[in-house]
């Protein structure tokens, strides 16, 4: 499988920072790039997506910004809080509809 | 989002024996794809399950090790075979719904010790 990869590896803020999570990718034919987040014994749950016709989605506090030039996208959130704590994972797919996973960033959100 | 339940939602097993996690999901799916996260590492698939065929397996996996059958549109099942501790892992099961979109959701995982 192609690798994305995911940095970094681990993340802490303080409430209301800005996290900022990064991927980078290798296939240029994928057109598909969703993050994931996962909390401790939890499914990965579909969190945000985007094509690669847009520069940028934003839903709600989450934002995804993509450079297809540099074949790269990062999430943002935006005022994050205690209960955004979790693993974030970026992904990416093409035809086959087949995810390869990045590494994936833990990321805990202080008081 | 399509629901989706797998059991069982954890097991316990001896060396060199075998389970098999069922995935179920509440509506028909297009795709079913099976996963497999070993403890604090991120997700790797293991085969793409086919309705009524041969499932597709990727690089690293093979039926023997882990026989998997989509008899109708709504489930699945995933068997371990003859396992080792280096099975233990979490197993899930996603689906791609194309009345949604490309979304891929998750079921909530089977945590499997093996011992």
């Known amino acids: 499988q192609q690798q994305v990869k995911q940095s970094p590896q681990s993340l802490i803020v303080q409430k209301g920072g800005i996290p900022i999570i990064n991927c980078a990718y290798e296939?240029?034919?994928?057109?598909?790039f969703p993050w994931y987040q996962q909390f401790p014994g939890k499914g990965p749950a579909l969190l945000i997506a985007?094509?690669?016709?847009?520069s940028e989605k934003k839903e709600g506090r989450f934002t995804i910004s993509f450079n297809k030039s540099a074949k790269q996208f990062s999430l943002h959130i935006m005022d994050s809080q205690p209960g955004d704590s979790a693993t974030y994972f970026c992904a990416n797919t093409g035809t086959a509809s087949k995810l390869t996973f990045g590494t994936g960033t833990r990321l805990q959100v202080t008081l | 989002s399509a629901v989706i339940s797998q059991k069982p939602s954890r097991d316990i097993c001896q060396r060199g024996t075998s389970l098999t996690i069922q995935c179920q999901v509440d509506?028909?799916?297009?795709?079913m794809f099976w996963y497999r996260q070993q403890p604090g590492q991120s997700l790797t698939l293991i085969a793409t399950a086919n309705q009524g065929s041969e499932a597709t397996y990727e690089s690293g996996f093979v039926i023997d090790k882990f026989p998997i059958s989509r008899p109708n549109l709504t489930f699945s099942t995933l068997t371990v075979s003859n396992m080792s501790p280096e099975d233990s892992s979490i197993y899930l099961c996603?689906?791609?719904?194309?009345?949604?979109?490309?979304?891929?959701?998750f079921g909530p995982g089977t945590r499997l010790t093996v011992l």
């Open positions: 509506s028909q799916v297009t795709m």
């Open positions: 985007i094509r690669p016709d847009v």
């Open positions: 296939n240029t034919a994928f057109d598909y």
């Open positions: 996603s689906v791609l719904a194309k009345r949604i979109g490309n979304e891929q959701f």
